[in-house]
Every structure is written in C-alpha cells, then in structure tokens.
C-alpha cells in the first residue's frame, strides 16, 4: 500500500541556518512525488515535484529536494532559512490515477 | 481572484445539523477533490470526482456525501455533523490525463462542531 512517513512532527531553526525536511514513502512503481508548504491560514502551495529525470529537483523560494530510490526518500532542503520560511510542509506521492497520499506534516518554526 | 474558492471559510454548527461545504474553480480542471486536515493527521482523501458523471469515495467517506453540480463545482456535504468532524476542510483540483499531476488547493473551511 502506499504511504508516506514525515518523521519530524516539529523542526526549529535559526534564522539563515541550513534546513533539510525528511520524507520517506512506499509505492510500488515509479512515484510522483511533491512538496508542498501550508502557511498560517492558507491553503497548501507546491514547493517542487518529481516525476523523473534528474534526482535533484528544484523549487520556488530557494528550496530544493532530492529523490533516493534506494532509501525511498525525498528529502527537502534548503541552505539558508528565512523566517517567512516558518510553515508546515508535506511531503506527498502520487499514484498513477491522480491518487494522492500526504505525509503527516513537519512543522517549521524558525527563530531569529 | 482564487482559482478553487472555497465557500464558507468558517463555520461554527451544532451536532446533527446537516452542512454544506462548497468549491468552485476557474482553472478548467476536470478532476477534484476533497480533503479533511486534522492535526497529526495530515491531508486524507473523503471523495474525489474525474468528471461530472464520477465520484469516488476516499479513504474516510463515512459520514459524507458530495455532488459534483457542474465541472467547475464540487460540493461536500455532512447530512448529520458530529463533533469528530470538527476539521479543516480543503478543495482541491488536478489537470485530467493519465500521469499524476500537481494538486491546486482552496484556502479551506474551518469547521468547527459543538
């Protein structure tokens, strides 16, 4: 079955340091995979996608993630953190059909 | 203006009342879908439609029943709310073809149960 596992609840940075988001999933074909980023009060916005090609994908506002078929990961990062930067992230796949599955969410708060 | 819009934001009911969410999108998007965020949860599917003829039921369907009135609306409906539906409520579209593409989300409807 497919799923996806977001082991941090929650994650604090400082202001500028490095940041990488962990997102590990099980599917049985070639996943699609995404990122995505709530703010406070908003709906959820896409960060970056994987379909295929280059393992090392980019997103909007300066982060990147990079896919590992053979941990089954697809970990978010990004090298200096803003505090605009403070939201919740989901990692998500997506099945063949448009069927999508969310991890449970990682909680950024960044402190100056 | 949004692309999914979401009607209403908030809303406050009572247990057994029946409520109606609704979604509207201008993105000309065949497929769409509605999701229930709860904290430590994440997002779960309760029903998703590919086109006005196919509605779908997702993982947590019980409870809900949805009508897909025209392609650019798709509405969620709880005949008889009960506390445990107290959520966030997201409306979201997707392109329509065979590869899986990105999801496009309302800003949501917090509904709260007493």
């Known amino acids: 079955a497919q799923s996806v596992t977001q082991p941090d609840i929650h994650i604090t940075v400082s202001e500028g340091a490095s940041l990488e988001l962990r997102c590990n999933y099980s599917?049985?074909?070639?996943?699609?995979l995404f990122w995505y980023v709530q703010s406070p009060g908003q709906g959820l916005q896409l960060l970056l996608k994987?379909?295929?090609?280059?393992?090392l994908v980019q997103g909007i506002k300066g982060f990147e993630a990079e896919f590992k078929r053979s941990q089954s990961s697809f970990n978010l990062r990004k090298p200096s953190v803003h505090w605009s930067d403070a939201a919740e992230y989901f990692c998500a796949v997506g099945a063949w059909g448009n069927q999508f599955y969310f991890g449970t969410g990682t909680s950024l708060t960044v402190i100056p | 203006d949004a692309d999914v819009t979401q009607t209403p934001r908030n809303r406050i009911t009572k247990t057994g009342k029946r409520i109606m969410l609704e979604c509207s999108q201008t993105k000309g998007h065949d497929r769409m879908y509605w999701y229930r965020q709860d904290p430590g949860l994440g997002l779960r599917l309760i029903y998703y439609s590919f086109d006005v003829k196919d509605i779908n039921k997702g993982e947590i369907s019980d409870g809900y029943s949805v009508s897909r009135q025209a392609q650019a609306k798709f509405s969620l409906s709880l005949e008889s709310a009960i506390p445990n539906q107290t959520a966030l409520y997201f409306c979201?579209?997707?392109?329509?073809?065979?590869?899986?593409?990105?999801?496009?989300f309302g800003e949501g409807s917090r509904l709260t149960v007493l």
């Open positions: 994987y379909f295929s090609g280059d393992t």
């Open positions: 599917y049985g074909a070639t996943p699609y």
């Open positions: 979201a579209t997707s392109i329509s073809g065979s590869y899986t593409g990105e999801l496009f």
